[in-house]
């Protein structure tokens, strides 16, 4: 009996994603296993330079565990353990490594962390930086704790559940207060009304997203095809300006003793609505098996305390999900539908469920925004 082998591929009518599943499904545990090769072998020579920066007779570096802790396709996130030889002793050590897009700027990175830690927000320093044009690697020091997103999820006691929603909360709020003038004046031009800001930011997301809509097979293309519609009847009139985080999540805050020890992921840091750093939020607590109260009950507390903490408001926030939502969609589409991606098969699964995200949003986001996940 033939058995059908894996075409070059995949083809630009697949009518539907879960077709991609089925087909594609005997390059994925290669995938995998390439992907993991490869990030060994960059981290690993990444560490060894960075520490020996400071100590040149160091040898033997070695990983002894490599955990991935969250992420987005273009943004993935690790757990590094690292052993390394100097002096004549053994010493072991957990950093957290992160890959971006594109080459990253470490001098600008660091000056922000620098700016951030003196201002109050706890920003892990950065070890090193392996930059690329198409992919860079950074390695931070890790904070103590753990990911908010493990937290919550092991999170039963409504109480306990409140508490890390205000907490949350708490620490968005002290970052969109900051003066974005003196922390990171190179990120817009204090001289341009916000709302020719927000204008212009508005008009590129959009065009951006238009524009990758149409390189989709064609029956990919409907879900966002309707957002993008969505989108265009209710762009933001008035907004704030504040310094972004611009990939807040629960995935790059650390805590510990409930209390946040860490923010990571600042390579998108930006100077905007503040609803952009609240967007994802609803859809990335829905998807750590909480019952639905219990989302709820997280997302409502962070939104009622962070507009008590915070002098801005969140009347744009409907706009900023729905549209986060078709990025997300599209980021995941591009990784399923790339023959040389290295996590074919997760991101296919994955935007079939954010595009059933994004459509509940459509239908929620104007009136039950913490239900638009």
């Known amino acids: 009996m033939a058995t059908e082998q894996c075409s070059a591929r995949p083809p630009d009518c697949l009518p539907l994603p879960s077709a991609f599943l089925v087909r594609y499904r005997c390059r994925d545990l290669a995938a ?18 960075s520490l020996r920066r400071d100590n040149p007779a160091l040898e033997q570096v070695r990983i002894v565990g490599l955990e991935e802790t ?4 273009s ?6 353990r690292l052993t390394w030889l100097a002096g004549g002793m053994r010493y072991l050590d957990t950093f957290v490594a992160r890959t971006v897009p594109g080459a990253a700027d470490p001098s600008r990175l660091s000056e922000l962390g620098h700016r951030l830690d003196a201002a109050g927000i706890r920003v892990p ?14 390695l931070f020091e890790t904070a103590p704790g753990q990911p908010a997103a493990r937290v919550l999820a092991h999170t039963r006691l409504r109480w306990e559940i409140s508490a890390l929603a205000v907490t949350l909360a708490r620490a968005l709020a002290s970052l969109h207060r900051l003066d974005w003038h003196s922390i990171a004046p190179w990120l817009a031009d204090r001289d341009t009304p ?31 095809v309707r ?5 265009d009847l209710r762009r933001p009139v008035m907004s704030p300006l504040c310094l972004c985080h611009g990939g807040f999540s629960l995935d790059t805050v650390f805590l510990d003793h409930d209390e946040i020890s860490g923010l990571y992921g600042w390579e998108r840091a930006h100077v905007s609505d503040p609803a952009t750093d609240l967007a994802l939020l609803p859809y990335q607590a829905r998807h750590l098996g909480l ?3 219990d989302a709820d009950l997280f997302l409502q507390t962070l939104l009622a305390s962070y507009l008590q903490l915070s002098p801005h408001s969140l009347e744009n926030l409907p706009f900023y999900v729905v549209a986060q939502l078709a990025a997300l969609a599209l980021d995941t589409a591009d990784a399923a539908l790339a023959w040389d991606s290295t996590a ?30």
């Open 194 to 224: 916000p709302e020719d800001v927000i204008d212009e930011q508005v008009d590129t997301l959009i065009e951006g997203l238009a524009t990758r809509t149409e390189r989709l097979p064609s029956s990919w293309r409907e879900a966002i």
């Open 70 to 73: 969250g992420g987005q396709p």
């Open 344 to 373: 074919t098969l997760e991101a296919a699964t994955q935007f079939t469920e954010v595009l059933a995200a994004l459509h509940r949003a459509t239908q929620l986001a104007d009136h039950t925004p913490w239900r638009s996940g």
């Open 125 to 138: 320093a950065l070890v090193g930086v392996s930059a690329d044009p198409i992919q860079s690697l950074l």
């Open 32 to 49: 995998r296993q390439e992907r993991r090769r490869i990030m060994l072998d960059r981290l690993t020579e990444l560490a060894a330079e």
């Open 291 to 293: 019952s639905p109260d």
């Open 75 to 80: 943004y993935r996130q690790w757990s590094v």
């Open 227 to 231: 957002a993008l519609a969505w989108l």
